[in-house]
């Protein structure tokens, strides 16, 4: 497996293009609530965005797009809405592998899935399978995941394969037991909806990246919306700990 520098080891390189975002998609049940719809029918309506997005970051040549979809706090929803999600969500990686193959985007779903359904795990593992291949995208949904079960997980497997090493671990011992370790680290992230949080998603990750909040609701976060980010983040000046001086193109006398 390909292993990604470490923002805090290593200056990354910066692009004008982010390689990979990650957006928690938030805002559903607000924007379904507005129409005097169910919560679900901001959900439904949330993937059609998704849609838009995935196609939005191919056109731009974005490399990885990870997105939070379910969060393992999420399960103290009621139970009526977590079936529906988790209904959803079967119902999606049945009908879009197709639609993924042709436009040759890698899914990944990323989470602890021992708490999902065998028959969510099998569909999961056939979509990963189908679409392994593909190169232009890589996807990831991040269901029943959580920043701090990562690192736990990550910490216990590593714990188990080089247990004479503990107490002089290093970053680099860890990262390739995170879930992410496929990926670099995200450029920049996005959240919908207004609120200016992390809710546990990508804390180990999200060490250098670029934080852009809107409070347009996901549904509403449509391919301008998502410019608009792009246009914030180019704007940004990523120093990651060194001075605006000392960047490169920058006048050094
Ligand atoms: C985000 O939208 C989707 C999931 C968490 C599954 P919400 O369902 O959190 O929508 P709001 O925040 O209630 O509007
Ligand atoms: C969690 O969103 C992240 C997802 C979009 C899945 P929530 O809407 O559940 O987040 P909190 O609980 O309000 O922080
Ligand atoms: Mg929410």
Not at 126 to 132: I, L, Q, R, S, V
Request: hydrophobic letters at 40%; glycine letters at 6%; charged letters at 25%.
């Amino acid at each position: 497996m390909a292993l990604f520098s470490s923002s805090t080891r290593d200056v990354p390189q910066v692009n004008a293009v982010p390689v990979h975002v990650a957006v928690i998609m938030d805002g559903n049940g607000r924007w379904a609530k507005k129409r005097f719809l169910p919560r679900v029918a901001g959900h439904f309506k949330g993937l059609d965005l998704l849609r838009e997005m995935v196609r939005a970051c191919l056109d731009r040549g974005i490399r990885y797009l990870t997105v939070f979809a379910f969060s393992s706090e999420n399960w103290r929803r009621p139970q009526e809405e977590v079936s529906l999600l988790m209904q959803l969500f079967a119902k999606a990686l049945q009908q879009e592998v197709a639609k993924l193959n042709r436009n040759e985007v890698r899914l990944r779903v990323a989470g602890d899935l021992s708490r999902f359904d065998p028959f969510l795990q099998g569909l999961v593992r056939d979509a990963e399978e189908k679409t392994a291949t593909n190169q232009k995208l890589d996807l990831t949904i991040c269901a029943n995941y959580g920043g701090r079960w990562d690192i736990m997980q990550a910490l216990n497997r590593l714990a188990q394969a080089c247990p004479e090493k503990a107490g002089a671990w290093s970053e680099e011992d860890l990262a390739p037991y995170l879930s992410m370790a496929f990926a670099p680290e995200p450029d920049l992230f996005i959240r919908t909806g207004g609120e200016e949080r992390i809710s546990n998603f990508l804390l180990w990750q999200l060490a250098y990246t670029e934080f852009y909040f809107t409070p347009t609701l996901w549904p509403d976060f449509d391919t301008e919306a998502f410019a608009k980010a792009i246009t914030s983040y180019q704007r940004r000046e990523r120093r990651f700990g060194r001075t605006s001086e000392q960047l490169p193109g920058q006048d050094n006398a």
